[in-house]
């Protein structure tokens, strides 16, 4: 007999003897365990019986699955191979055996292995017609039997092997069902009459006529295929129909079914159909291709899915017998665990329970000896109890001054942000007030420095105008280049700031001027090349500036990404729609595709973010100043631009110039027999001389210009990107000498609009070949007097920005007056004077901003003037 035993602790100790029993605990809980671990077994009995069962049917469902889908394949060649042979014994088993008359040895091939790997699983009549095979070909090759024979000898074995695959429907369990497996032995008669057609209307075609009985075969293979596609959409469920529908279709499927249905009604062929059977053999074996690529594709999902059914067997199988045997372990397990586990523990816990509850500040808690589990949790419990109330006064009255302090230091915090959100708000009033005046600084500035380049332009050039000594004159032309470029630079900043640059015109301007002007805009312009133009292309005064612009950033992008020995080409062509695109093309290193649309995605938008950062990439912008500045003209003109990658390197950059920037029409142009010279205009030069006139020669949209053009009325000189283009084109002239003085010097030709009066007509100067294209400054040479004659003078290192007249005979070159110094340091003193008070006023203007001041103007006329009085 056992005791359970409580200690009290020091002042009490109790023990409880369990009195004797009359009925054992342990008798009852081996039967109620033996009872309950046969009953386990016998259940799972009938459960493992049915998962062998459906194991053995799904394994032989898997095998004839297998088979059905090697048969289908094997029945799709051997019935190509029919139609072949068919085709070919009706045209008379003449030529080599191809697809279009006979079987090639490649396909007879490929259709014996097929055999051989079917053999072993296909029933012994299907082995007994394969194995007839050879002699079937045989007699269709050689002989006798006429076309209808061959195909019988074939379509026998065929639907044979149709016969093979559809009979796995017939042997699926009502749990293997499927809407699909019912309606695939439909759809394999549809495919195999389908494919008997398109044999026998070949055959019928080859025969030319001489063989009708092919053609009415064919319309009855026909209807029998109809048929079988009808019982396939009323089997088929919802969602095969609908593949279907998807898979058989198209323009080809379209012509074969009305090809059939004319079969139908007539089954003779037409004699166009006899002389050209190749667009009915591609419209029928296309729709056949899909047919049986449909087939096919249920044969194999109807393989994997009772595969599928095979492996889900095998596991219902192992899960049933692990689960019984589980079962039966389990419930003795836990019978015989129960029995000993209860007992002994359940006592001894009731009583000290009992005693601790009654008394939990007086008697010592719980000792329990035994196993650690639920029993000695609960006893752990109990011991806890008696102390856990004193703790939770304590911890109650803790928690109550902690909550008064959090209470405290929440509202201060509540405070804080209250006053942070109050300066945060001021701030931001601050900073939009700051930002506003920055602006506006910001573009007075611009607008100041560019007015202070327009007159430092103004100054280069007329110390150009003046200038003899060839190495002087070079450093003008770099001093010229950089200032131009300086003007672009300070154009973009106007546009980064929100403001436009002023300026325009309102005649028409010649496309090839525009573009001589952006080229004149960048660093590297001698390695532009303009290519073939649309002849006589104009664009709009006011449009004239922003495409210039636009394109003079586009080429300098070009040119900072390609080889330095590489040429930009620039070309044009007139779209149907009466637009012009432009071609800006480089062989650099290219870019990633991701960029490339991430930038032509900010192209086109009207005022994209210019600093918007590369995905995956911390804190790079994606578009920089120059296609920020090409956008926001675009979008200004209403100019697409898109760069483009090329073959085998580079970006194209295209540009779109719309039908709205260009004139109505074409100028009017004098015939040269007949135009009457203008006084005070230079006479043009011909095509072949000035940079870019090839271009337009190449272009064959329109006729070249004459010779004579009648040239417009000389007006102020204006400093914007397009007036006076030969002035910003680059030529190479012929180097010469000078020559002995024989005569007064004639007058020479005026750089703002004023020209010497016409010179006689001179032999044409041959054109420049772009071999010769280099970053060399020649130095210009001065108009010709009659019966003068010169010799070539050396050149500066510039390229001239002035296309002239340019002979090959010598001319008498005139002697300039030496430059006078007084003149040029008033001039240069002037420009300084003007710089320092333009900057003593933007200083001023700066301090007025910050003492709250607004100044609207962007500086007196007599300060350098704002870019719109330079250009006026």
Known sequence: MRKKQLRGGQRDQQ??????????????????VAVASLAALGASAFGIADAIRDLSDSRRLAALARTGSASVALAHSLADERDAMTEYVAGGRGGAPSFAGGVSEDQRSRVDRQIQEFRAAAPASLRRRLDDLPEVRRRALAGPGDALAAFGAYTT?????????????????????SGEAVALPALGRAVEEASA??????AALAARGTQPQLA??????????????ADFRQLAPAGLREEYARTVSGPQVTAAEARLARLAAR????????ERPGPVRAELTARIDQLRGLESGLATEEMARLAGLRAHDVTALEVRAALAALAFLLVLGTGVQTARSMTRPLAALRLGARRVCADPVAKEPVSFRGRDDEFAEVARSVNVLHGTVVRLRERISLLEGERNRLDVARQDLADERDALRGRFQELTEHMAGLSGRVHATYVSLSRRTLGLVEQQLTVIESMEAHEADPDRLAVLFKLDHLATRMRRHNENLLGLAGSEHGGGHTGPVPLLDVLRAAVSEIERYERVRIHSLPARAQLLGPAADGVSHLVAELLENATAFSPPDVQVQVSGWLLENGEVMLSIQDEGIGMAPERLDELNALLAEADPDPQRTRSGERGEPVMGLGLYVVARIAARHGVRVQLREQRPGGITAVVVLPGHLLPAGPPAVTDPATAPPVPGAARTAPQGDLPGAVAEANSHTLPGRSPHVTAPVPGPRRHAPWVGMDDRTIELTTVRRPAPDQGPPPSPAGRHGRQAPPPPRTPRAEPLRPEVLRPEVLRPEPRRQPGRAAEPAPAPDLPRRTPRVVAQKPVPLSVRQGVDAEALRRKLAGFQQGAREGRRDAEAELT?????????????????GTVEEARG
């Open 15 to 32: 023990t409880t003897t369990v009195p004797e029993r009359t009925a054992r605990v342990r008798n009852r809980l081996i039967a109620s």
């Open 157 to 177: 074995t065929v639907q044979a092997l149709h016969t093979a695959a559809a009979g796995l429907t017939h042997r699926l369990p009502s749990r293997a069902q």
């Open 197 to 202: 057609t398109r044999g026998l209307l070949l």
């Open 216 to 229: 009415l075969t064919a319309q009855q293979t026909d209807v029998r295929e109809r048929a079988a596609l």
């Open 267 to 274: 089954p003779q062929p037409t004699a166009s159909e006899t």
């Open 848 to 864: 007025g901003l910050e003492r709250g001041t607004e100044r609207n103007r962007a500086g007196a006329p007599d300060e350098g």
